[in-house]
């Protein structure tokens, strides 16, 4: 098996929390691996908020396979996580799975460019739990025979299709976003815990100064949206674009 050598125990540590995360909406879920260079990129689809997540994984060196200098191929994200050594800092590469459709389809290598209107992460922290609330409210008030999966489908899609103000992106970009791990404060480690590096609390003043520098950024190419963060990336087909845009390979 193809061993990957990852840069150091916090990448293996962040990669087995994203494929834990992804596991727990889907125990079958595939995932994507492209690695190039020291680069690593993992992409999945939680089927829970139709959007691709994508986890750069930084590599302790260029990845090579003999005379193979590029790495493309598609696995199961259990059998990933299981070759993740967090103290040796390595991965395995499993055996190629069939990949699902969404696969095939990728969101474009480069091309992106910056959007304005995307709130401060800790307002678009409070618009996912906002949300999670109203569901809850919603849902809780229906009557027992009202309470069917297509209501309740209905009400979350009437939720979670919003614009995040005028930016187009919907609500449930950011709460995939949230659910991944995407959006922590810099100081959490990707397992929920306080990585003791005292960088921010997530309790600032909403002008994104847990992330700093790197807070996170709407982009767009194309069709696409994709919201930016440190630890990873949403994206998505705006909503009536069809098929334009695409990037298959």
Not at 103 to 109: H, T
Request: net charge neutral.
């Amino acid at each position: 098996m193809t061993v990957l050598h990852l840069a150091d125990e916090g990448e293996a540590a962040d990669l087995a929390a994203f494929l834990s995360r992804l596991l727990h909406y889907d125990r079958s879920a595939a995932v994507r691996l492209q690695a190039a260079g020291t680069a690593l990129a993992v992409f999945g689809r939680p089927p829970s908020f139709e959007v691709l997540a994508v986890r750069a994984v930084r590599l302790a060196k260029p990845y090579e396979n003999g005379l193979d200098a590029t790495l493309d191929v598609t696995v199961s994200a259990g059998e990933l996580l299981e070759t993740v050594d967090e103290q040796a800092a390595t991965s395995g590469v499993p055996d190629a799975v069939t990949g699902p459709p969404w696969a095939g389809v990728l969101p474009p290598r480069g091309g992106w460019r910056t959007e304005a209107g995307l709130p401060a992460p800790d307002a678009l922290r409070a618009l996912v739990a906002a949300a999670v609330a109203e569901f809850r409210t919603r849902t809780g008030e229906l009557a027992p025979e009202a309470r069917t999966r297509a209501e309740l489908d209905r009400v979350g899609r009437e939720i979670w299709s919003r614009s995040v103000g005028d930016t187009g992106l919907p609500v449930r970009a950011v709460h995939a976003a949230q659910s991944l791990g995407f959006l922590r404060p810099r100081g959490m480690s990707a397992s929920g815990t306080d990585s003791g590096s005292g960088s921010g609390s997530g309790s600032g003043s909403g002008s994104g100064s847990d992330f700093g520098e790197d807070a996170p950024k709407l982009l767009s190419c194309g069709a696409w949206l994709r919201l930016r963060t440190p630890f990873g990336s949403v994206a998505l087909r705006r909503a009536g674009t069809g098929a334009l845009g695409i990037s298959v390979r």
